[in-house]
Structure formats: structure tokens, C-alpha cells
């Protein structure tokens, strides 16, 4: 399956965006995916993931309680709504899939992943 992020931008803090992470092929629906971001200078890290069947999702405690991901297996799109944004969270935002995961925020479990998002956020 190959992916395609969108829907980055420039937001002041306090603000919101919405991800999308568009992917190929008819079998999305058996993916688990996951978002995860890297800031300069930083790793990549883990944001958000929702299982292949949809009924697990995982957060990094970061960002719980202002982002929300979710997908729409019709649409072959996986979205991240991020609220109440910081400065802290601007970064390079990717998703990633891995066939029948579990909703884990391991990198090393995705093993394919979309071009980044760029979001950034001002104070």
C-alpha cells in the first residue's frame, strides 16, 4: 500500500488541523496505522495509531485528549484531528502502516510509511 499524507500547514497555537493520510490499494482495511512526527533534530516519534479493524486506538500521552485519529476504510484514508495545538507540537508529521498490527506506538512495527506533512504552530 503506498500513502500520502496531506493537510499540514501553519496554525497559531490554540488552533486545530486535520491530517490525512490517503492510501492505495484494496486492501487498506487489514492495516493497522499510525502517525508519528519528527521535529528538527529530534527522532521520530509515535503520535497516534488505530488498529486495522478500527476498535483499538493508541496515544502518546502528549497528545491525548487533543488529537483524535480515526479512519474511514471506504475512503482508504486514515485522518488525524489535532486540537488545542502547541508550539511543541510543530514538526513533520507521517503516517505509517503495518499489515495486521496492533495499535502500538513501536516505530519499528511500521514498515511502510507515507512523505511527511510539514505542521507548524506559533505562539
Known amino acids: 500500500v503506498q500513502l500520502q499524507a496531506s493537510g499540514g500547514g501553519l496554525v497559531q497555537a490554540g488552533g486545530s488541523l486535520r491530517l490525512s493520510c490517503a492510501a492505495s490499494?484494496?486492501?487498506?482495511?487489514?492495516?493497522?496505522m499510525g502517525w508519528f512526527r519528527q521535529a528538527p533534530g529530534k527522532e521520530r516519534e509515535f503520535v497516534a495509531a488505530?488498529?486495522?479493524?478500527?476498535?483499538?486506538?493508541n496515544y502518546a500521552d502528549s497528545v491525548k485528549g487533543r488529537f483524535t485519529i480515526s479512519r474511514d476504510n471506504a475512503k482508504n484514508t486514515v485522518y488525524l484531528q489535532m486540537n488545542s495545538l502547541k508550539p511543541e507540537d510543530t514538526a513533520v508529521y507521517y503516517c505509517?502502516?503495518?499489515?495486521?498490527?496492533?495499535?502500538?506506538?513501536?516505530?519499528?512495527?511500521?514498515?511502510?510509511w507515507g512523505q511527511g506533512t510539514l505542521v507548524t504552530v506559533s505562539s
Open positions: 490499494g484494496r486492501t487498506f482495511s487489514r492495516y493497522t
Open positions: 505509517g502502516s503495518v499489515l495486521y498490527g496492533s495499535a502500538q506506538g513501536i516505530r519499528q512495527q511500521y514498515d511502510n
Open positions: 488505530i488498529s486495522w479493524s478500527g476498535g483499538g486506538t
